[in-house]
């Protein structure tokens, strides 16, 4: 970011500040405190509107058609999936305000300053082209749906929205999801209201059994904790002095209220029978009348216009976290429009099939994500047990000598073992799955918890006694650099 002058009393006036209407210039680098703004409270909507939306209602039809679970098992499952991604969403938060970085970056802590190329680029991957095509495709059949348009001049409407607000910056995101968060609200609730009204929530079910419960708790821990990579991309401009109760607690209730309330209905809607040969939107507004399905209809478009903003923002925010000397016209504004038309076209090649990609896209997102959960928390837990300031870790996050082998190959390890092993995709299903079924997908269970033991074996193998020692070391390289500099 562009230095910015000096106010009257010798301290840095803001540049970007909290405009809304502005460009944002930031990209991967610390918000220096006189661009800090805003309060915790923003968190609640900012993660509640992105989640009123039809992707979030395909969990739990997902549970109950694909998986086989009964209407109370299948909100058992989001309940207690939801619940867990919710917290860890908070707890990340934390970060924002500490350090003033992008969640990424924060991953060179525990991977290294190069080893986190790889979560970096797989987060910019799924955010920036694969969770932009899922909501893009819901957004355009509803569209589609609604005026008769064809999918694809729906989609490329839809696209073309979602990309302008990442475009614009961290503020202008906010603020859209502010707004839009009443409107989602009122309409979903009433369509919850006529859908538990009419649903039949005491089937039996088609016997997923505890295999069934499994993937349903993976998909909505999956879509919950998918989340959990962008945490402190949307706190990292809160003041140094926020508090830290609420920067958990507003992340955490607007994810979990949002995803469990939404998701719970789309169980409820599978009970119900669908119109032959609909669209899944069209599915699931068809019992509604037509004036609430309308406005069903038209929150799914801004739903899913809500959650596109956040993913193609973090996804572009992700691609600078790689540390790569860029062009200086390649930057996060630029990498936003890259990153949405590889995700519109990502989007427009599953037009033909989007239930059954979403349902494998859900379960992808955690085979990754928990290993790398498992690293990060072990990683804040050992800073949390060391007598270590900030300013004393901060170095780490731009030093590029900076290594961590441990936690890279934690990783590494915990994703190659359980995803052969565990997981029960409908193109592959791993040993375990194969042979015993009830086992489900066990897949992000198996790979937090192996990459989170791996990870405290491999530092005490590397001799790790204390982050004060590593920490100061980090901070005298990178001292030693730039005085060499």
Known sequence: M????????????????DKVIAVETAGAEPIPDAERHGSPLQLLWTWASPNIEF?????????????????????????LGTGLGAITQGFL????????VPQMVIGRFSFGFRGNIIPSAANGLVAGVGWFAVNSVSAAFALNTLTGLRPLPSLLLVVVAEILIGFIGHNFVHTFEKYAFPALAVIFVLAGVWTFKDAHLGGGGTGGGVGGFLLALSAAWGYAAGWNPYATDYARYLPRTANKFRTVLYPALGLFVSVTFVAVMGAASATLLAPKDATPTAAFTGHLPSWLGNLVLLAIILGAISANALNVYSG??????????????????????????????????????????????????AYWVAPWLGVVLVERWFQSRATITTEELAPRLTDPTFTNWPGLAALLIGIG??????????????????????FGDSTPIVGFVLSAVLYVVFNRVAGRTSTTASASASASTSTSAQAEA
């Open 316 to 365: 572009a925010i992700s691609l600078t976290a790689l540390g790569l000397k860029l062009p200086a016209w390649l930057n996060r504004s630029v990498l936003v429009v890259v990153s949405g038309v590889a995700g519109t076209a990502a989007a427009w090649a599953s037009l033909s099939d989007a239930g059954s990609a979403y349902e494998a896209f859900l379960l992808v997102i």
């Open 417 to 438: 073992v359980s995803v052969p092993l565990f997981s029960n995709q409908e193109d592959y299903v791993g040993y375990v799955p194969k042979h015993w079924p009830s």
């Open 93 to 100: 938060s934390l970060d924002g305000p500490r350090f003033g």
């Open 2 to 17: 562009t230095t910015a002058p000096a106010d009257a009393t010798g301290t840095l006036a803001p540049e970007y500040g």
């Open 55 to 79: 992707a979030t209602v395909y969990i739990g039809v997902i549970s109950v058609l694909f998986f086989g679970l009964s209407f109370w098992q299948a909100t058992a499952a989001i309940v």
